[in-house]
């Protein structure tokens, strides 16, 4: 089996943050411009972009939110959760992720809009991201 390193383009800083929470315009709820660690809660949101860094702090993964019920923590939180409890790889080398919380009230299509286009200016494809397979020695 073929281990995966999530590899990463860019690093994710407050001023790239801020390009990046910009693009959600009338639909951003609040500015979130701190990382938050894996495993823990960024806060209250329903509806979110996340960006995920690897150790080193390269991001490597754009997700987002699409609650069906109602949460008791974040949902970035919970969507990450359920990313790293079910790929190694994953809890193993994601460190950290960012939110961009968007109003509950944000259509769909502009959810995903704004995560192909985020994913785009970071350089992290959509289908099959950035999965390199891990050189041996």
């Not at 990463?8 to 959600?24: F, H, K």
């Not at 961009?100 to 959810?111: D, N």
């Amino acid at each position: 089996m073929t281990d995966i390193v999530w590899a990463g383009l860019v690093a994710i800083t407050e001023t790239r943050y801020a390009m990046l929470a910009r693009l959600a315009g009338r639909w951003l709820a609040e500015d979130r411009p701190e990382p938050v660690s894996i495993g823990e809660n960024s806060g209250y949101e329903d509806k979110a972009i996340y960006i995920v860094a690897n150790r080193e702090g390269l991001a490597c993964y754009c997700g987002q939110t699409a609650p069906t019920r109602m949460l008791t923590r974040g949902a970035a939180a919970t969507r990450l959760h359920q990313h790293v409890s079910r790929t190694r790889s994953k809890k193993e080398e994601w460190a950290e992720y960012w939110v961009i919380p968007l109003s509950s009230a944000t259509p769909a299509h502009v959810v995903s809009d704004l995560e192909r286009t985020v994913a785009a200016r970071l350089g992290i494809p959509l289908v099959h991201r950035a999965r390199v397979p891990r050189q041996r020695a």
